[in-house]
């Protein structure tokens, strides 16, 4: 049986091929996602090892920033001389190191990264440590002078002698770059630029005796956890940097727990890039394994006599079982090892293209961990075990008297009423779950049941599948006959002729478009709920803004103001604050700061209160929702910590019933006067300037005005209502073409399982399709009718697919509707090209099995067995 499986296999193998594609490219995700996340993490790992001191000091940031405030934290320097009389330290200094500053070249172009890295200055104090050398000119001396690193002055043309601007939170000043800097190590995709200690004390952050950390040599013979301990104890802190120490204002970190803190920072960067790449894998795993069922299906249906032959000859149905299984674990075996190393030319093209967005990955440094390989080969295995499961069951089941018998198609005719019974059952829990989902209150119990819902939907689709094939091609196809005569008759007909086959072959397809379907519904409700809420609250004539919603300093703010034409101006910053509520619960979350004449740029529905008692003195604003879940109204005292560890109690002024996206991380829509803010915090910048004309100026003068204002600030841009929203849109987007990618690959393998279908069903039908051309069919004809047959499989999977993706995408819009985006639209058009582009699809996926059909010999066809 050995033997005659390893025969078997080898003389399908050309028919195996599509099935081993879809191998693959699963096992090629799931291997390049991992050895890319593995490389980078490594990579940083040693690059914060190394360049970490042996123990740092810096300030404790007592909350988590859910939105960049603008504040840089600062310790004194008088520490340093402290810190370097305690035993074992060989050497104490101060660092300076500022995110968020913005340099520009003498065109007033940015030199920053453009991927969302940011732009450090930091002071010159090179260490055996230092992640750059100095290659070119010298090291900067005095306020005027400037070192770059060379990779940035690289790709944006800068080279010693030019004078660059820096706009930091003090002030912008202009330097002259005197020298560059060439990276040792990994480039992490930042623009650095340098100046010695004393400027980047005063003009980065604005005080001379001030620093971001301090960093301490240990002496020989003294370890870091014993130098750290020493540190803590004469700061008179805890020497646990992860400990919650409210009261300590310094954290003390050896070299390893800095490197550590630092890569958590990277973490969520990185998890984003290797979930993406996973969700890739899955759904070529999913899509896939349509493909092989399918496939194996078909092979076992037209072997079916050589199957009751080898049962005739004493065969066990075990052995027959395992037969199939066999040949399918083969197949997994080279899928995944082939996969294995697709993965590693993507995990490579990953890193290069991490190269061209400034994160200099070196592919030597290549890690391929033994997780590896063994997740390669657990997902290739089992992907064609669990897929050619049941294929292998109905082989075990062939009577020997099968061998006496013509070859017949599998299945055809087989009653689906088992298929009718479970997907009904499924389908039922599937709507109840969806049903539940519409009918929460609470999000996190809808998104829940959303969850269920989608995956019982979708399993319950493909098990009824088949039940739907009659009556939905019947529908599809019905102008066949007219448009096409016998021919589109013919090719109705064969798309009919076995449900199950047909189902599983639109399933593929099936599943990517009703991703899209849901998707698409989705987005295109969050656009619609942000123009509606745009519309509805913002009252200014032009927003100032980063288009990363990065704060900005408060000469961009002092230039707006000072324009020709500009009548009001309010500002909006966004800390983050923990809240003590009347429940006695403990909320961190984004808040805002507005300047007063808020109802002038904004309009704010309050259910209590108005914006004169929101932002009133010691008073703050909150949604109504999340004061009702904590108990508190109008009047309550409300506990705040502030950034820097200040604390207040705030009376609750105003309650607010907007109905709008809380975003950002934000929670209870809280708000409160600037007053009230810049008492209880320092060191912030504004996020946004609302700016409205004088009396007298209009909306395109103000706007030139403003433009030319801001020319030398090119991190903040001018938007109307328009462009606002078109910003909106396009971070929406960017889910959008990540949901399209993944449409991509399914179709890709989609299309894969078409070709398979039609390849073999060309095979199976040899016979017919010669007797077909014996009595007079045209080559032409034979081609036309394969390509309507494929046609309207995939217009059937779009069809069901996308029906599937509309439930969803109401369920869905039910979900952002309980975090205020109300609005629900259908972006029909989007829907009505993917309909095309699937009759596309299937016009490509059927033109070589067209071809290799109508190039048969017709005497062989007929004699074919």
């Not at 190394?50 to 504040?71: H, Q």
């Not at 944006?156 to 330097?175: M, Q, R």
């Not at 001030?210 to 013979?221: H, Q, W």
């Not at 005739?312 to 082939?338: D, F, N, Y």
Request: glycine share 10%; proline share 4%.
């Amino acid at each position: 049986m050995l033997k005659a499986t390893l025969r078997s296999f080898l003389a399908h193998k050309g028919r195996l091929l599509l099935s081993a594609l879809a191998v693959i490219l699963s096992v090629a995700f799931v291997a390049g996602s991992l050895i890319f996340s593995d490389t980078v993490s490594r990579t940083f790992d040693r690059l914060f090892a190394s360049t970490a001191a042996d123990v740092t000091v810096s300030p404790k940031e007592n909350l988590d920033e859910a939105i960049p405030s603008g504040r840089t934290l600062t310790l004194p320097t008088t520490l340093v001389d402290r810190l370097a009389e305690v035993d074992g330290v060989a050497a104490a200094r101060p660092d300076v190191d500022v995110e968020g500053i913005t340099v520009a070249d003498e065109n007033n172009e940015s030199v920053g990264p453009t991927t969302g890295a940011p732009t450090i200055g930091t002071a010159w104090n090179p260490t055996e440590r230092s992640p750059v050398e100095l290659t070119s000119g010298h090291a900067p001396e005095g306020p005027d002078q400037v070192l770059i690193d060379a990779d940035t002055a690289d790709s944006k043309d800068v080279a010693i002698g030019d004078t660059l601007t820096v706009i930091a939170a003090p002030g912008s000043f202009k330097a002259e770059v005197v020298g560059i800097a060439t990276f040792t190590t990994t480039n992490p995709g930042a623009a650095l630029v340098f100046f010695d200690t004393e400027t980047a004390q005063t003009k980065l952050l604005g005080e001379p005796q001030v620093a971001t950390s301090i960093s301490l040599d240990t002496a020989e013979g003294v370890s870091d956890t014993q130098l750290q301990l020493r540190v803590a104890d004469a700061l008179g802190i805890d020497p646990d940097p992860d400990e919650v120490t409210p009261n300590d204002p310094y954290d003390v970190r050896t070299a390893d727990e800095q490197a550590e803190s630092d890569v958590d920072q990277l973490g969520g960067f990185l998890d984003v890039i290797k979930y993406v790449m996973l969700g890739f894998a899955g759904i070529a795993v999913l899509v896939g394994v349509f493909l092989i069922v399918n496939t194996f299906s078909m092979l076992i249906a037209q072997r079916t006599r050589e199957l009751g032959l080898l049962r005739a000859l004493g065969a066990e149905r075990r052995q027959v079982r395992r037969s199939v299984l066999t040949e399918a674990l083969l197949l997994g075996l080279v899928g995944s090892t082939l996969g294995l190393a697709t993965g590693i030319g993507l995990a490579i093209g990953l890193i290069e293209l991490m190269g061209l967005l400034g994160m200099n990955i070196r592919s030597a440094d290549m890690v391929v961990g033994w997780a590896t390989p063994v997740s390669a080969y657990v997902v290739g295995l089992g992907v064609t075990f669990v897929a050619a499961y049941l294929p292998a069951r109905r082989a075990a089941g062939v009577s020997p008297m099968a061998a006496l018998a013509d070859a017949e198609i599998a299945d055809v005719g087989r009653p689906l009423r088992m298929r009718a019974v479970v997907g009904t059952v499924v389908g039922a829990l599937g709507a109840a779950a969806l049903v539940g989902c519409v009918t929460s209150s609470e999000t996190s119990t809808a998104a829940s049941l959303l969850g269920l819902g989608v995956v019982l939907t979708l399993i319950a689709t493909v098990i009824a599948g088949p039940l739907l094939v009659r009556p939905v091609i019947r529908v599809l196809g019905g102008a066949f006959p007219a448009l096409f005569g016998s021919i589109g008759r013919m090719s109705q007909r064969n798309a009919l002729r076995n449900p199950r086959r047909t189902g599983a072959t639109a399933a593929a397809l099936m599943v990517g478009l009703a991703l899209v379907g849901g998707m698409s519904v989705a987005s295109a409700s969050m656009t619609k709920s942000f123009d509606e809420q745009i519309d509805k609250t913002l009252g200014a004539d032009f927003v100032v803004q980063n288009s990363n919603f990065v704060p900005f300093p408060q000469e961009v703010t002092d230039a707006v103001r000072d324009t020709e034409g500009v009548g009001l101006v309010v500002r909006t910053r966004l800390p983050t604050v923990a809240v003590t509520l009347p429940d006695g619960d403990r909320v961190e979350t984004a808040a805002a700061g507005y300047d007063p004449k808020l109802d002038d740029v904004a309009n704010i529905t309050y259910a209590q209160g108005d914006s004169a008692a929101a932002l009133a003195d010691g008073r703050l604003a909150m949604d109504l929702d999340f004061a009702r879940d904590h108990g508190a109204r109008v009047g309550s005292t409300v506990g705040v910590e502030f950034q820097g560890g200040r604390t207040a109690d705030l009376t609750v002024g105003a309650l607010t019933d907007q109905d709008a996206a809380e975003g950002f991380g934000a929670q209870g829509g809280l708000y409160f006067g600037m007053g009230t803010l810049e008492r209880y915090t320092s060191g912030g910048q504004d996020s946004a300037v609302y700016v409205n004309a004088s009396p007298g100026t209009s909306a395109d003068d103000l706007r030139a005005n403003l433009e030319d204002t801001l020319e030398p600030y090119p991190q903040v841009d001018v938007r109307d209502i328009a462009d606002y929203k078109e910003l909106i849109h396009d971070q929406i987007a960017v889910l959008l073409y990540l949901v399209y990618a993944l449409l991509g690959l399914a179709i890709i393998i989609a299309v894969l399982g078409v070709v398979n279908t039609l390849a073999l069903s060309v095979v199976e039908r040899t016979r017919e399709i010669g007797l077909l051309r014996a009595i007079g069919l045209a080559r032409r004809q034979l081609r036309r009718m394969i390509r309507l047959e494929s046609v309207v499989i995939a217009v059937f999977g779009a069809v069901l697919g996308l029906a599937l993706g509309l439930v969803w995408g109401v369920c869905i819009q039910q979900v952002l509707a309980l975090q205020g985006m109300q609005a629900f639209a259908i972006p029909w058009s989007t829907l009505i090209a993917v309909v095309i582009g699937s009759a596309v699809v299937g016009v490509v996926a059927a033109l070589l099995p067209a071809l290799r059909a109508s190039r048969m010999n017709v005497l062989a066809a007929i004699a074919h067995e």
